[in-house]
């Protein structure tokens, strides 16, 4: 089911500026302005247009919101899914970071459309870090990306989901629980692991569960997002959201995920930090071909050399794993 605001259709593909006037939004936020009480008040004072405004009321309402960037973006969906095609042999369903040899995925992850409307709602320039393409659907686990991917400050980062083809209902819809962003973020701790012990065991037995629980004791409930073609959800770092069961077993829904990081932020993994050590990344810039270093209030922050090693070895090989 599609929220109704977000059935609109808007062609047209022209950037806008999301700068303000307003000296008091023209430094970065401390939080995005989707979970600031300063969202209206900030709206008012941009000269983005409506859509762009009621995008950013719907991310924050419901922690998803949903973008139809008109018919040009079918075009691009076709050409994503020849550029990946080959790699859905011999049972593989999943390929990541395809982009780094696929332009058709650059393209759409540095749509200006995409990124206007990310800096409206976050106050921040967002940057795509990461892609995976799905032949079909994910069936992944009820989640929030804030266990695998985190910012300092909290809530700068989001995950872009494009339908490359319409959506049927029985071939696991991507499907995610409005209002659970506002929830406290589930960790692995608050699942019930010991620090520093999260395995893939512990995950599965521990955190899924605790996430069903604490959306259950909210009364929330999931809605199946059956994008058409083209259209473009958005979620917030902390919405829970997964794949639904594939009920139809012939069934396609080739999708594609991409996962943003805001400018000057520290990027981290909580799954894998422990408390007296933080998990830093060094996120893949698919903007720049490069990385962007993490920073706190402006200045460069350390990345471990396990983990620099790892992002030069990762990105000379242009690999792109399948599972
Ligand atoms: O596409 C899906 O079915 C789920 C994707 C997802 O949960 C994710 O990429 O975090």
């Known amino acids: 089911m599609i929220p109704p605001s977000s059935r609109r259709n808007s062609k047209d593909f022209m950037p806008v500026s999301v700068s303000s006037a307003d000296p008091a939004f023209s430094a970065?936020?401390?939080?995005?302005?989707?979970?600031?009480?300063?969202?209206?008040?900030?709206?008012?004072?941009?000269?983005?247009?409506?859509?762009?405004?009621?995008?950013?009321?719907?991310?924050?309402?419901?922690?998803?919101?949903?973008?139809?960037?008109?018919s040009t973006l079918t075009e691009l969906c076709d050409e994503i899914s020849r550029q990946t095609e080959h790699y859905f042999r011999n049972g593989v369903t999943r390929v990541h970071d395809a982009w780094r040899r696929s332009d058709a995925i650059r393209m759409i992850a540095t749509h200006p459309e995409i990124?206007?409307?990310?800096?409206?709602?976050?106050?921040?320039?967002?940057?795509?870090?990461?892609?995976?393409?799905?032949?079909?659907?994910?069936?992944?686990?009820?989640?929030?990306?804030?266990?695998?991917f985190h910012a300092e400050p909290a809530g700068f980062m989001c995950g872009v989901w494009l339908a490359l083809e319409d959506v049927t209902p029985g071939?696991?819809?991507?499907?995610?629980?409005?209002?659970?962003?506002?929830?406290?973020?589930m960790t692995m701790a608050a699942a019930g692991a010991a620090p520093g012990t999260t395995t893939p065991g512990n995950y599965n037995t521990l955190y899924g569960p605790a996430v069903l629980r604490q959306l259950d004791a909210a009364g929330l409930t999931p809605v199946h997002a059956t994008l058409r073609k083209g259209q473009v959800a958005v979620w917030a770092a902390n919405l829970a959201h997964g794949g639904s069961p594939i009920l139809d077993p012939e069934s396609t829904r080739r999708s594609l995920v991409l996962h943003y990081y805001f400018d000057d932020c520290v990027y981290f993994t909580p799954m894998l930090s422990r408390p007296d050590r933080q998990a830093r990344r060094l996120p893949a810039n698919i903007a720049t071909g490069g990385w962007t270093w993490p920073r706190r209030?402006?200045?460069?922050?350390?990345?471990?050399?396990?983990?620099?090693?790892?992002?030069?070895?990762?990105?000379?090989?242009?690999?792109?794993?399948?599972y």
Not at 43 to 48: Q, V
Not at 118 to 143: M, T, V
Not at 171 to 185: D, I, N, Q
């Open 28 to 70: 970065q936020p401390d939080r995005p302005w989707i979970e600031s009480e300063a969202l209206e008040e900030r709206l008012a004072a941009s000269s983005a247009d409506e859509a762009h405004k009621t995008f950013a009321r719907d991310l924050a309402r419901d922690g998803l919101a949903i973008m139809d960037l008109g």
């Open 297 to 322: 209030a402006g200045r460069r922050v350390a990345v471990p050399l396990k983990q620099l090693a790892a992002a030069l070895y990762y990105r000379l090989s242009r690999h792109t794993p399948t």
């Open 115 to 148: 990124l206007s409307r990310l800096e409206l709602a976050y106050g921040r320039k967002p940057f795509p870090f990461q892609s995976l393409n799905f032949l079909r659907g994910s069936q992944q686990d009820i989640h929030s990306d804030t266990l695998h």
């Open 171 to 185: 071939s696991g819809p991507l499907a995610y629980y409005p209002g659970s962003h506002r929830l406290p973020e």
